[in-house]
């Protein structure tokens, strides 16, 4: 059934408060004269949402999200029951300014209400306005007789709480575009996704329960297919276990994730029993005599494999030392990944980590690539294979070659401007100019160029004032680089975008990718990240070269970022006409 034949979602506002909870059926015969209308919300399973203000500048909310079968009864027993074991309903039952929507639909049943209220987890979770969000479950349903009626239903409901309070309720679009909605644990799990969930949560239960000790579980799959939010479901289900508080840890040994997986912690309040460390902190905090629970590993291909200033006084392999200091260890890993000579995995160490494989997992579902199974498939020929084919013609995805990397600039300033449309999109470019954390001498900045086209690298730019003011309720810090405005400036690596998706990428293919004889090849000596055109100190002392493999991963990445649009260019003559050729 398509959204406009469906009936409009009827929704009931009112105080949270004692006189409520003991009088709310009246009310809402009160409030709806239509008896079918009454009908709905007194005698239909129903989702409510409790939100109540906090006392600050900026609109600050703490929300709890529920469904059920007896409204009356089930506020009855949040303001006179649930305070008496549990903080947050003690905080909201003394809350002098705590409002309830109240929500029905006649197509409403008890797997549909589960789903509503899921779905309506997922996308208060990106809000952010919305400081604590209380629920502790995730009740995604799977599939049952209106399954197909749920989403246009959703967007019906959330469309009119946004005309009665937009803040809480903005436009859809705008959440949608926020990492931690990417990356929010109540994300609707694919078949694929279930099933492997499932065998992760018996395999940690029994290693607990046994009492097991280095117990690995490998997520692996290509950029895309759901990785991070397979990882973000089960973290958030094990810390929210009631029956048993376990002692859990995520890790992620990079900035701009560890932003993410931050907010989400601190809005689900998962800090009691969960926490989020780099690996190095985690290693040196904890004894293997005395493991944790679980440990979760996302982009686990981004841990240090050799000594370093960061990493120093233990072994020479940072998920060894992980895996000797929890008793399950849940990774996602992808060697097409791997950007740093000091995250290659050498032989003697791959055999250890084979030897702690208890079980692994691979995702093959493209979740990130809006486009036909053609397209994707000629994206990872050009990637894995090296082979530029002609492309398909795919009216989903937005697939452009263009002449000069300022037209590619221009048009990707023009789609983060549709904002409302087009969301984030971030111009990007292989690691093949001169860059460093140090501001130059001249006060100039590090440039990309080509010809007369220049722009600066990422983390360069200070945001304005301006800048500022289009970001509300949350501090700009804590936003990932792609998500702050004045990014859309700068041009972004694989050190800032990598974990993340785009809506439009446009690619500035640098030097260090060539067009020869009908192949791709790698140029090391073009590339200026030292991480990848340096030889790599073995174990054993001798020296090792893996640049090519690490240029190919980081052009995996960048041309992976795009959901619904990759526009490139190449600064190669021979590689910018080969691709012309196959995009034309």
């Not at 890790?251 to 912690?265: C, G, P, R």
């Not at 990493?311 to 990944?337: F, M, P, S, W």
Request: charged share 25%.
């Amino acid at each position: 059934m398509t959204s406009k034949h469906l009936s409009s979602p009827i929704i009931f506002p009112g105080k949270y408060d004692m006189h409520t909870a003991d009088q709310l059926d009246q009310d809402i015969k009160d409030y709806f004269k239509e008896p079918r209308d009454q009908h709905l919300l007194t005698d239909y399973p129903t989702v409510y949402i409790i939100n109540q203000s906090q006392n600050s500048k900026k609109p600050n909310y703490t929300v709890y999200v529920g469904e059920t079968n007896d409204i009356q009864r089930r506020t009855w027993q949040h303001l006179h029951t649930d305070p008496l074991s549990r903080n947050d309903w003690d905080e909201l039952q003394h809350a002098h300014d705590a409002i309830m929507y109240v929500i029905g639909h006649k197509h409403f049943n008890k797997s549909m209400t589960l789903d509503i209220e899921n779905r309506m987890m997922h996308y208060l979770s990106g809000v952010s306005a919305v400081t604590h969000l209380n629920n502790r479950r995730d009740n995604a349903q799977s599939d049952y007789y209106t399954a197909d009626e749920m989403v246009p239903i959703f967007n019906k409901i959330w469309n009119r709480l946004h005309k009665i309070k937009p803040d809480l309720f903005p436009v859809q679009r705008i959440i949608e575009e926020s990492a931690i909605f990417k990356a929010s644990p109540f994300h609707r799990l694919t078949p694929q996704q279930l099933r492997a969930k499932g065998q992760i949560i018996k395999l940690t239960g029994q290693a607990l329960q046994n009492k097991q000790k280095s117990q690995l579980i490998l997520v692996e799959g290509d950029a895309g297919t759901g990785k991070t939010v397979l990882m973000s479901n089960i973290f958030y289900d094990l810390a929210h276990q009631d029956n048993q508080a376990l002692q859990i840890v995520m890790m992620v040994n990079h900035k701009q994730q560890e932003k993410v997986y931050k907010q989400i912690a601190d809005k689900l309040q998962m800090n009691n029993n969960a926490r989020i460390e780099k690996a190095a902190t985690f290693i040196r905090k904890h004894n293997p005599d005395d493991p944790i629970d679980a440990a979760f590993i996302d982009e686990a291909h981004l841990l240090l494999t050799q000594r370093s200033q960061a990493y120093y006084g233990h072994g020479t392999n940072e998920l060894l030392d992980i895996i000797k200091r929890a008793r399950v260890i849940i990774a996602v890993y992808d060697d097409k990944q791997i950007v740093k000579n000091s995250e290659i995995v050498e032989e003697e160490d791959r055999k250890a980590i084979e030897r702690c494989v208890k079980y692994k997992v691979s995702l093959d579902n493209q979740m990130r690539i809006d486009a036909s199974p053609a397209m994707v498939e000629w994206l990872r020929r050009l990637i894995d294979d090296q082979v530029i084919s002609q492309a398909p013609k795919d009216n989903k995805y937005d697939l452009r070659v263009f002449d000069s990397a300022a037209d590619m600039q221009e048009a990707i300033t023009e789609k983060a401007k549709e904002n409302q449309d087009n969301g984030i999109s971030r111009m990007l470019a292989t690691f093949d100019w001169p860059y460093s954390s140090a501001a130059k001498k001249d006060g100039s900045l590090w440039e990309t160029s080509d010809g007369s086209w220049h722009m600066p690298w990422n983390l360069q730019l200070k945001p304005t004032k301006k800048d500022k003011s289009e970001v509300k309720d949350i501090k700009y810090s804590e936003l990932s680089w792609a998500e702050q405005p004045h990014t859309l400036k700068e041009i972004g690596s694989t050190y800032t975008i990598q974990g993340f998706d785009l809506n439009y990428a446009g690619v500035e293919i640098g030097p260090s990718v060539k067009f020869r004889n009908g192949k791709i090849i790698f140029d090391p000596s073009a590339s200026k990240d030292k991480k990848v055109y340096q030889k790599r100190t073995m174990h054993d002392g001798s020296k090792q070269a893996f640049s090519e493999k690490l240029i190919k991963n980081e052009l995996n990445i960048l041309l992976t970022r795009g959901v619904h649009g990759l526009y490139l260019h190449a600064y190669d003559k021979e590689l910018q006409k080969a691709l012309k050729k196959a995009v034309e």
